[in-house]
């Protein structure tokens, strides 16, 4: 994204410091501390307001950041206030208390209603040099969740399936009976899609374009790739595996091709973000013909680009969010939990190679797909996706946030070596599996339920649990720690 494409409206509502006689210590400017946030907040621009100064009246602020709200992607208010406009727009909000000031801010009316994450800072330079670093790195962090927010707001995801609806994780599953007339898994696909769409654009700012297999045939660049480029993306993924296992070199070129595809088609329609849960290139395929996106979204991930097997849009959108917030790829996958070895496991045949969010790669065994259509191994249809082996002893976060409750699941723990915990493990399931040991796997348990939050999770190396809270926080949404949190 371009340099100062996130604009945040910037309230100055005190000069910093408050009956400040030291003569030992100098204070932090309002201009000193624009200028420190502005050099290391990287793609953040500061539309800046100082009340403190003489010809910047509060009232005329106020009516400037409401008549120009849809002009920015959030707010920063630092100081003290007795006027509580500018920290309540219902923008995304960061309120600066600024240390040392009597405390004119009302954290509590901030946490009842939501929206506004509390910051501290050393203004006076009283505190030792690394409390008050911290304090400063605490502040970027959160302005950076504000930036994140505001690349979701942007963002522009292609969905490209088959299927009737943008999010199928939850629809026309389990007991319809449960719900009532208005539960939108009843809904028709074009009423649900219309619905689902306008929550998203509503919560997230986010648009979602779908499109089918046709439209996937009639694409200029599908019908004609660049075999060369194909070629070259295809051996780059073998050189780059640990082995090659059950599927064939047709199949990754194929794979090559699926990459290529989804890349041109992103272009085509201006996203930034797929889902791909079609298997070919080409309608009504047959069983030797198919084709899956495994091993595409995992190179688009190591291209920082969000590329998410299936329809599960409140997936989808959880990646986003990791990718935008912590700068690592997630995992797509099916969700279970072994109470017994206390354990929760997110499993699918892929997942990202770049698990730190940089260059270095985890190792990753290219294979045959288990939901192919075919049962034999290394034949045309096979397929190919990878078998990623996740260190074990890693901070990981599972979670999901889900739109329609506007509430997030989410847990953490450590990596688990499952090859040594379970027999053939490499053969059961899907072929990529997370295993994570969470603070309690029976409370994980106590919260699933399909109907509601479907039967996918995202799995992000790093504990994130605390951005995630902060991440509730500012979208207003009930954040669910399904590790810690009974069950109401």
């Known amino acids: 994204?371009?340099?100062?494409?996130?604009?945040?409206?910037?309230?100055?509502?005190?000069?910093?410091?408050?009956?400040?006689?030291?003569?030992?210590?100098?204070?932090?400017?309002?201009?000193?501390?624009?200028?420190?946030?502005?050099?290391?907040?990287?793609?953040?621009?500061?539309?800046?307001?100082?009340?403190?100064?003489?010809?910047?009246?509060?009232?005329?602020?106020?009516?400037?950041?409401?008549?120009?709200?849809?002009?920015?992607?959030?707010?920063?208010?630092?100081?003290?206030?007795?006027?509580?406009?500018?920290?309540?727009?219902?923008?995304?909000?960061v309120a600066l208390y600024n240390f040392p000031e009597f405390s004119h801010l009302p954290f509590a009316l901030f946490e009842q209603r939501g929206g506004v994450l509390p910051a501290s800072y050393d203004r006076g330079n009283l505190c030792r040099p690394a409390q008050r670093d911290a304090m400063f790195e605490d502040l970027v962090a959160k302005i950076g969740l504000l930036d994140t927010l505001a690349q979701v707001r942007r963002s522009h995801v292609l969905l490209i399936t088959d299927r009737p609806y943008v999010d199928d994780d939850n629809v026309h599953r389990g007991d319809l009976s449960l719900g009532d007339a208005d539960d939108l898994r009843l809904k028709p696909p074009e009423e649900f899609n219309e619905v689902f769409r306008g929550m998203v654009r509503d919560v997230l700012g986010t648009e979602i374009t779908k499109i089918g297999t046709e439209e996937v045939a009639a694409s200029e660049s599908v019908r004609n790739p660049d075999e060369d480029e194909a070629r070259r993306v295809a051996q780059a993924w073998i050189a780059g595996a640990k082995e090659v296992r059950g599927t064939t070199e047709r199949e990754v070129l194929n794979s090559a091709r699926m990459y290529l595809a989804i890349k041109a088609l992103m272009a085509e329609h201006g996203a930034n973000a797929s889902a791909t849960h079609i298997r070919s290139l080409t309608p009504h395929p047959s069983p030797q013909e198919m084709v899956w996106p495994s091993l595409a979204n995992s190179q688009l991930q190591t291209e920082g680009v969000v590329g998410c097997c299936q329809g599960h849009m409140n997936v989808v959108l959880t990646h986003m969010l990791a990718q935008f917030g912590f700068g690592r790829p997630s995992m797509m996958g099916d969700f279970m939990v072994d109470v017994g070895n206390?354990?929760?496991?997110?499993?699918?045949?892929?997942?990202?190679?770049?698990?730190?969010?940089?260059?270095?790669?985890?190792?990753?065994?290219?294979?045959?797909?288990?939901?192919?259509?075919?049962?034999?191994?290394?034949?045309?249809?096979?397929?190919?996706?990878?078998?990623?082996?996740?260190?074990?002893?890693?901070?990981?976060?599972?979670?999901?946030i889900d739109v329609a409750t506007r509430s997030i699941l989410v847990h953490t723990g450590l990596t688990v070596d499952a090859y040594s915990l379970y027999t053939d493990w490499t053969n059961i399931m899907c072929r990529s599996k997370l295993v994570v040991e969470p603070e309690d796997a029976a409370r994980v348990q106590s919260h699933l339920f399909p109907d509601v939050y479907g039967v996918h999770r995202s799995g992000t190396i790093g504990d994130f649990r605390e951005q995630i809270r902060q991440i509730g926080k500012l979208l207003n949404f009930k954040v669910i720690e399904d590790d810690r949190t009974p069950l109401e």
Request: net charge negative; hydrophobic share 35%; charged share 25%.
């Open 342 to 400: 206390g354990v929760s496991i997110v499993m699918h045949c892929g997942a990202p190679w770049n698990l730190w969010g940089g260059d270095e790669k985890a190792p990753y065994i290219i294979r045959d797909h288990a939901e192919r259509h075919v049962k034999e191994h290394s034949v045309p249809g096979c397929g190919a996706c990878s078998e990623v082996l996740f260190p074990p002893g890693e901070s990981a976060t599972v979670w999901r």
């Open 1 to 93: 994204m371009d340099s100062h494409e996130t604009k945040l409206y910037t309230v100055f509502l005190d000069a910093g410091v408050q009956h400040f006689e030291s003569e030992a210590l100098t204070p932090t400017t309002n201009q000193d501390l624009l200028r420190q946030l502005e050099e290391r907040c990287t793609g953040v621009e500061f539309i800046a307001r100082d009340v403190s100064r003489p010809g910047t009246e509060l009232d005329a602020v106020a009516d400037e950041l409401q008549t120009r709200r849809d002009e920015f992607d959030g707010v920063l208010t630092i100081g003290g206030m007795s006027d509580y406009r500018p920290a309540l727009t219902g923008l995304p909000t």
